[in-house]
């Protein structure tokens, strides 16, 4: 199975800042790379696919990169609405693995 | 509207069983593979099982394969989970998500609002 670990587990931040956040495979999955964002008590939301591919009604702010094996999610000038947790996800082959998630929060 | 709605969770005791449903609107039901996706209480997000558009082709985690059996009526846009011999480890809220692809690039674009199985006695 390929091992999806995502850094860091969890940040803090204020509302305007650059927010990174950074996956990595186990192996090489190409661009077989999603993002979903959550928050406390909903489901996942998708936010980004195939690495760098924007969900339809995402705000642009919300841009991924990568290939191979490593991955990142960034969010420009975050705003409230964006703290969450964000979960990286591989398409590769299966099973299907996902990132243990890295949490947004208030600094 | 696009959506799936889950049912079926509840409390159930080790070794019993539980049968999931997820109803799905908005959208063409049997153009789409389905995955069901859980989450334990406080952890990430685990991939369970997935099923073709047609209903011919199906996978399961290692976790639940041979506990598990994933089916869908195309006819009622639903997606089922029958899930036996369940273990307290089975605890989670379990989320029916829609499989999309472009390019051959799949990703789970619509999930629903999940249901909660507890396992305990």
């Known amino acids: 199975d390929i091992q999806m670990t995502q850094s860091p587990s969890s940040l803090s931040a204020s509302v305007g800042d650059r927010v990174t956040i950074s996956c990595r495979a186990s192996q090489n999955i190409g661009s077989y790379l999603n993002w979903y964002q959550q928050k406390p008590g909903k489901a996942p939301n998708l936010v980004i696919y195939a690495t760098s591919s924007l969900e339809s009604g995402v705000p642009s702010r919300f841009s991924g990169d990568g290939s191979g094996t490593d991955f990142t999610l960034t969010i420009t000038s975050l705003q409230p609405e964006d703290f969450a947790t964000y979960s990286c996800?591989?398409?590769?082959?299966?099973?299907?693995?996902f990132g243990q998630g890295t949490k947004v929060e208030v600094k | 509207e696009v959506q799936l709605v889950e049912s079926g969770g509840g409390l159930v005791q080790p070794g019993g069983s539980l049968r999931l449903s997820c109803s799905a609107s908005g959208f063409p039901f049997s153009d789409y593979d389905f995955n069901w996706v859980r989450q334990a209480p406080g952890k990430g997000l685990e991939w369970v099982s997935n099923i073709s558009s047609s209903g011919s082709a199906l996978s399961y985690a290692d976790s639940v394969r041979g506990r598990f059996t994933i089916s869908r009526d195309n006819a009622a846009k639903s997606l089922f989970l029958q899930m036996d011999s369940l273990r307290a480890d089975d605890t989670a809220v379990y989320y029916c998500?829609?499989?999309?692809?472009?390019?051959?690039?799949?990703?789970?674009?619509?999930w629903g609002t999940g249901t909660t199985v507890i396992v305990s006695s």
């Open positions: 998500t829609r499989d999309n692809q472009l390019l051959g690039y799949y990703y789970m674009d619509v």
């Open positions: 996800q591989q398409s590769y082959s299966a099973p299907l693995t």
